[in-house]
């Protein structure tokens, strides 16, 4: 057969499986179009998980008489003034697709521009081109998709079902709003309003954060991360970083909830996932993942949105550049925030707290006042009737003394009987060598520091504290395997690492290449522990390793270097080997939980943390204390 011309209507079927891959796919060209018009608001409504309708309103530019016709043709746009693809300033410039969604539906368009005596409307019906006609409308334009897919009705055979269509198109135009925060968003789904965003005014905070952003990410991404996530601002030759990252402890299952957005655009890149992942590597396990929304502005031409037909990935002139940009940003926000952990860990304490206004069994002896006792039905379960049950009454009922000093208990750690003794108040499961000297207070209250002063120690594993509006319970464990940890990192970022000289000194085949990148950065592998040199043409020579690494393997340690040197240009493999022994020893080197701490130890824990960066969370993103407020605990016991 010849080679020949396709058919216009069979070009624009084959351009909308590219650009038009389902329900949401037309919601996303549309409100993107809709944005590019300057739209304050747009209202989405679709049918039957967007297969029956898909209707898109603005209150935009709108279109003229004249450009209407236009605007349903293949590659028509109003967005490349200059004609170069690497100026690109709008989300939309293909100029696609309203074409492709008219060739697989019926396209009903009406627009009216700012001062036109009347509104123009025009069709599109399986890529059949309909005439221009007068219609009623306001100041924008209003797009409406009927029976998406019906002239190609093969292409319905491979859309979800309803719900599955539905959340699709919510992920669509939660990432669009979050974006653009200062454009007011709704979506109704079989007459239903399933999604709301109202327009944020700009304002800034006093430290430069921008409160609209963090407004819009509220709305969507909720309290509880706005609550718990630290501002992101930073920039290096011209690009520009921003938003907000939750801390380590607010974290979820899966990465779904990393959003990046490249010049207003949303995109999924690997890049980005990577630099995430790298930057809280020393924060959370491998099966959990951070929650954050980064927005990231360069110039035009240092980034290339044109590599995909859907434009949901870019490719960046300079990834390296990027990927440092975002990493250096979010340990340093992360720093910033010092010991602080995340409010939901409290939440969740106290949501496993079910108080009760009774208790579920009758308590066994009579009421404290003498009289008969109060539950009716037990009177046959009266200490003088039942054996033993008259010690544990007297020991109930007796007096507890005074509640305000330290509560601890002797020195053997036995409770006191009645709390009355010279231990002072009631004692909890706790036991304190010191409690039997005197009191010693520093001029500043220990409880006007942020993790108060130490209290007492539950099951030898938990400290607990007091605040001056609450109280504070401490994994001595993972707060002090935090604390370690991040003094051996320190050293490690301080070249001060031991090394191991190898009796035999090992020679690893490479390719030359790869041994004149290893050898080039001997310098900086020694910093690290490794010292190596050139050994002829497509080898080196490893004379000494890192200490912390024992027996190692030298020739896989070797070989991964080399390839993380040709694709990163840096020595990650080393280094978070190194970092990952650091936290293992941190782990063994740490308090154990079981170890009886005195009073002073307890507190110095508690200032340690304090000044340690990091040291809300352990190094498997595990919370290392839980605070709670006294007014929510005051709630628990009705007292508000």
């Not at 409100?31 to 039957?48: P, S, T």
């Not at 924008?140 to 998709?145: D, W």
């Not at 809280?280 to 929304?293: G, K």
């Not at 949901?312 to 250096?328: W, Y």
Request: negative net charge; hydrophobic residues 40%.
């Amino acid at each position: 057969m010849p080679i020949r011309r396709l058919p216009e209507t069979l070009v624009n079927r084959i351009a909308a499986g590219e650009v038009v891959e389902r329900p949401a796919s037309a919601v996303k060209e549309l409100v993107e179009n809709a944005i590019d018009a300057g739209a304050r608001r747009i209202d989405v409504a679709i049918a039957n998980g967007g297969r029956s309708l898909i209707s898109v309103s603005d209150d935009g530019k709108g279109m003229a008489r004249d450009e209407l016709p236009v605007a349903v043709e293949r590659h028509a746009t109003s967005k490349l003034p200059s004609d170069d693809l690497l100026d690109i300033r709008w989300l939309g410039f293909r100029g696609e697709a309203l074409p492709s969604i008219g060739a697989v539906s019926r396209l009903h368009i009406v627009s009216r521009q700012e001062g036109d005596e009347s509104a123009w409307a025009i069709e599109v019906e399986g890529g059949k081109v309909g005439v221009v006609k007068p219609a009623a409308a306001g100041k924008g334009t209003r797009i409406e998709v009927r029976d998406l897919f019906y002239a190609v009705p093969a292409r319905l055979k491979f859309l979800k079902s309803d719900r599955a269509e539905d959340l699709a198109v919510q992920e669509i135009m939660r990432r669009l709003a979050m974006a653009h925060p200062g454009i007011a968003f709704t979506l109704q789904q079989d007459g239903r309003t399933s999604f709301r965003a109202d327009a944020v005014p700009a304002s800034l905070m006093d430290d430069g954060s921008d409160l609209q952003q963090l407004g819009r990410l509220e709305q969507i991404l909720g309290r509880d991360f706005a609550d718990n996530a630290v501002p992101i601002k930073a920039e290096r030759e011209g690009i520009k970083l921003a938003g907000h990252a939750g801390l380590p402890t607010y974290n979820r299952g899966n990465a779904q909830h990393q959003f990046l957005f490249v010049n207003g655009r949303p995109v999924r890149d690997k890049l980005f996932v990577g630099a995430v992942r790298g930057a809280y590597a020393d924060f959370l396990s491998h099966d959990r993942h951070p929650v954050v929304a980064l927005f990231l502005e360069l110039p035009s031409e240092q980034v290339d949105v044109n590599v995909h037909p859907a434009k949901a990935e870019v490719r960046f002139r300079d990834p390296g550049l990027v990927r440092g940009l975002i990493v250096g940003a979010l340990r340093h926000a992360l720093a910033e925030a010092g010991h602080r952990a995340s409010t939901t860990v409290a939440q969740s304490a106290l949501g496993a707290l079910k108080p009760q206004s009774a208790p579920t069994m009758p308590l066994p002896f009579q009421s404290t006042f003498g009289g008969p006792s109060r539950w009716r039905g037990y009177d046959n379960l009266r200490p003088s009737s039942v054996p033993g049950l008259a010690e544990a009454a007297a020991l109930y009922n007796a007096p507890q003394g005074d509640f305000s000093g330290d509560v601890f208990g002797d020195a053997t750690g036995e409770l006191p009987v009645g709390g009355a003794a010279s231990g002072g108040g009631l004692a909890p499961a706790a036991r304190n060598e010191d409690a039997g000297a005197a009191p010693q207070f520093a001029p500043v209250p220990l409880q006007s520091y942020p993790l108060g002063a130490a209290r007492g120690q539950l099951h030898e594993t938990y400290i607990v504290a007091q605040t001056a509006d609450g109280i504070v319970i401490v994994d001595q464990h993972a707060a002090h395997e935090r604390l370690i940890y991040e003094r051996m990192k320190v050293n490690l970022e301080a070249g001060r690492v031991p090394r191991q000289v190898l009796l035999l000194p090992e020679v690893v085949e490479l390719s030359e290449a790869e041994a004149t990148r290893l050898s080039t950065r001997a310098d900086e592998l020694a910093e690290l522990g490794l010292v190596l040199e050139g050994f002829g043409v497509g080898a080196v020579v490893v004379r000494e390793v890192p200490a912390l690494l024992g027996d190692v393997a030298v020739q896989a340690l070797v070989r991964d270097l080399a390839d993380a040197l040709a694709e990163y240009d840096s020595v990650l493999p080393l280094k978070a080997k190194l970092e990952e022994v650091c936290g293992t020893m941190a782990c063994h080197g740490s308090v154990r939980a079981g170890r009886r701490l005195t009073l002073d130890e307890m507190n110095a824990l508690l200032r340690q943390m304090e000044a340690t960066p990091h040291s809300g969370q352990c190094n498997h993103g595990r919370p290392t204390y839980v605070e709670l407020k006294l007014a929510d605990i005051e709630k628990l016991f009705g007292r508000r």
